[in-house]
């Protein structure tokens, strides 16, 4: 199948993603854009949202079953429909949008598995109504739906720096648990292939520390005991890796110039510096998958539903950048 279309699951109905959707849709970026794409949702949530924010898009039915022949072209909202009975556009996240966003994924997975799609875009759940504490996020839930559980790594990805948390969406104080020596070598490995495959590029890793400074009272530290040695065998591998550094102060101007990558031990302590420093423009790369899979780097947002405030940056960082994979 030629031009293999990007698939984007829409996500939780009552989320920031339809309008960031229809902002990217309305531009003539996504009128050049020559990648066809095909979004899985609601056709009657789409609808009543595009009244409620008084805008109206041609939208062009398609069956599972004949995406292979379909006419496809982005002047159109090109959709799989599922079915979902929301009585309003807009309204408080609940349990009812789950078995409505488990089919849109399983949808979408099957034709990633199928090698029928180019890549994979999810638009924001919620964790705590959709994943229920069965899984930390959606990195994890996908790496199970397609049998890769714990190959599966998070990769912010900003074309000046990106990010990775050794551990993700799981409480601080389980963090010096989870974190090992061969979680940070094989994420390390993983990502130093993806820039070398897909990028072209060999990346300059950064390690930070765990405990503040690299410093701790206590015998065999973390630093000392995992991230040390984890650092060195990479280096044995050949692999451009540095580290332990202190993350206070790894983020600044003229340090972080020097590397492509930091490896961090958990969410926020690499995240936030990287939103900080970029806002919206970084997109979220699950590496370790059978396919492509993207996501804006932004969450649900109820607050700011139907306010046309929403910043459409990290969807549209998310299109070109599978853009240029598509072309190397």
Request: hydrophobic share 35%.
């Amino acid at each position: 199948m030629k031009n293999k279309p990007i698939i984007i699951v829409s996500g939780e109905p009552y989320s920031i993603f339809s309008e960031i959707f229809y902002k990217i849709f309305k531009s003539s970026f996504y009128k050049k854009y020559k990648i066809p794409i095909i979004l899985i949702g609601s056709k009657n949530i789409i609808e009543m949202q595009m009244k409620k924010m008084n805008c109206s898009y041609k939208i062009n039915l398609i069956k599972k079953s004949e995406i292979t022949n379909a006419k496809l072209n982005n002047n159109k909202i090109n959709l799989i429909d599922v079915k979902l009975n929301l009585k309003k556009p807009f309204g408080k996240i609940t349990n009812k949008s789950s078995k409505y966003i488990k089919e849109c994924f399983d949808i979408a997975i099957n034709i990633m598995k199928e090698k029928l799609g180019f890549a994979l875009i999810n638009g924001p759940v919620s964790k705590k109504h959709f994943l229920q504490g069965k899984y930390n996020g959606i990195t994890e839930y996908l790496s199970h739906k397609t049998d890769k559980k714990n190959d599966e790594v998070m990769l912010i990805y900003n074309k000046f720096l990106s990010v990775c948390p050794i551990t993700t969406h799981i409480p601080l104080k389980n963090v010096p648990k989870k974190i090992s020596f061969n979680e940070i070598l094989k994420k390390i490995i993983k990502i130093n292939k993806f820039y070398k495959n897909n990028l072209k590029k060999i990346p300059r890793f950064a390690v930070t520390g765990l405990n503040p400074h690299c410093e701790s009272n206590f015998k065999n530290s973390e630093e000392d005991r995992i991230i040390k040695p984890a650092i060195k065998r990479a280096k044995k591998k050949n692999l451009r890796v540095k580290g332990p550094f202190p993350a206070d102060t790894l983020f600044t101007k003229n340090n972080i110039k020097k590397f492509d990558v930091v490896i961090g031990m958990y969410h926020d302590q690499v995240i936030t510096p990287l939103k900080t420093l970029y806002n919206f423009n970084a997109i979220n790369i699950t590496l370790g998958l059978p396919f492509i899979r993207i996501s804006p780097d932004h969450g649900t947002n109820n607050q700011m539903l139907g306010k046309k405030k929403s910043d459409p940056t990290s969807l549209k960082e998310a299109l070109l950048f599978l853009k240029k994979l598509n072309e190397n």
